[in-house]
């Protein structure tokens, strides 16, 4: 995993302040100054990989929506969703669940996840949750939006209070 610009940024700040407290301290030369805010930044570096791998940034890790809900609406509208999903107003599939107030139901579905989590789970692996109520297994086939297409689309269903 390639480092972000913020953990690039905290060993550039690190580098600094470790060399602005050595100096300030007087107790060591210029030379040793130098020598510590190298150590400092062997160290930080390894320290930003561990803590991006325990806590990877959000989007990468199914936490906060990040797409464009807008173009997600239209993906929606102008794919497979329609003939399967109602949502007041827009379709009416009744085939699959009512996503009309989908972001608020979503976070009661499955314990320990989040709403938009659920949300990406379910269109990517339908089977993992099936909502009671409907056939098991699920007739929605599994990974009908990847990468950004998913994302915009989690982003259209999170805006369904």
Known sequence: MPPTPITL???VILVI???????ALRAVGRGKAVAT???VAILAVP?????????????????????N?????????NGACP????ITGISAGVVGPDLTHVAA??????????ADAYLRESIVNPQAVVVPGFPSPSSMPPGLATGTDLEDIV???????
């Open 17 to 23: 302040v470790s060399m602005i407290a050595a100096s």
């Open 69 to 77: 809900a807008a173009r997600g609406e239209t993906l929606f509208r």
């Open 47 to 67: 320290v930003g990989y561990l803590g991006e791998m325990v806590a990877p940034a959000e989007h990468e890790a199914g936490g906060a929506v990040g797409g």
């Open 83 to 86: 003939a399967c999903h109602a």
């Open 37 to 39: 805010a190298v150590a």
């Open 105 to 114: 139901v979503s976070a009661t579905r499955k314990p320990g996840t989040g």
């Open 9 to 11: 940024g905290a060993v």
């Open 155 to 161: 982003a259209f269903l999170m805006t369904r209070l």
